[in-house]
T-cell receptor
Framework: NAGVTQTPKFQVLKTGQSMTLQCAQD?????MSWYRQDPGMGLRLIHY???????DQGEVPNGYNVSRSTTEDFPLRLLSAAPSQTSVYFC???????????FGPGTRLTVL | TQLLEQSPQFLSIQEGENLTVYCNSS?????LQWYRQEPGEGPVLLVT?????EVKKLKRLTFQFGDARKDSSLHITAAQPGDTGLYLC????????FGAGTRLTVKP
């Protein structure tokens, strides 16, 4: 099992550009989520999904879109990148959202 | 304001010392988890505590869940350089919420 995979590992964008961060899991978990990690702020929940076709907002959803067309994949879209979105992004999956969270290796995003 | 407050934010100690880090909230959680994160990687679960007053031991690490299920502590005995990392607590709320973490450095 690969667990949770994320691509790319690193990305540099210019303000206003768009991009999609990819996340996939092979553990057949229903629950998937996206977090951003900033110094002194810990992990903050952006969006989450409790199953294919169902998504909901977390603490900091503004500027981000998600969709969940399959159980395996949960991409995060930045429609118009801003410097405030410079961060490390982690995707996680779990059985039901309140048990063990399995994290991917992260994507380090810099917006210039 | 974070739902979970962790203290201290930074901790630097010598190998062999003992330490305790704290995770506090005004909210009640159905369960609380502790994760460790190493540079360049995602967090990895250490333990889950579910019952108020519960104590769990993992080798030199002792985890305690407060009686009211609002706080938790992590105690490390005889810390080793391999314990260096970011320790995060997470509470099961409507979803899973994380604290800002305690960054521990153990010097040889």
């Amino acid at each position: 099992n690969a667990g949770v995979t994320q691509t790319p590992k690193f990305q540099v964008l210019k303000t206003g550009q768009s991009m999609t961060l990819q996340c996939a899991q092979d553990m057949n978990h229903e629950y998937m989520s996206w977090y951003r990690q900033d110094p002194g702020m810990g992990l903050r929940l952006i969006h989450y999904s409790v199953g294919a076709g169902i998504t909901d907002q977390g603490e900091v959803p503004n500027g981000y879109n998600v969709s969940r067309s399959t159980t395996e994949d949960f991409p995060l879209r930045l429609l118009s990148a801003a410097p405030s979105q410079t961060s490390v992004y982690f995707c996680a999956s779990s059985y039901d959202g309140k048990d063990t969270q399995y994290f991917g290796p992260g994507t380090r995003l810099t917006v210039l | 304001t974070q739902l979970l407050e962790q203290s201290p934010q930074f901790l630097s100690i010598q190998e062999g010392e003992n330490l305790t880090v704290y995770c506090n909230s005004s909210s009640v959680f159905s369960s609380l988890q502790w994760y460790r994160q190493e540079p360049g990687e995602g967090p990895v679960l250490l333990v889950t505590v579910v019952t108020g007053g519960e104590v769990k031991k993992l080798k030199r690490l002792t985890f305690q869940f407060g009686d009211a299920r609002k706080d938790s502590s992590l105690h490390i005995t005889a810390a080793q350089p391999g314990d260096t990392g970011l320790y995060l607590c997470a509470g099961a709320y409507n979803d899973m919420r994380f604290g800002a973490g305690t960054r521990l450095t153990v010097k040889p």
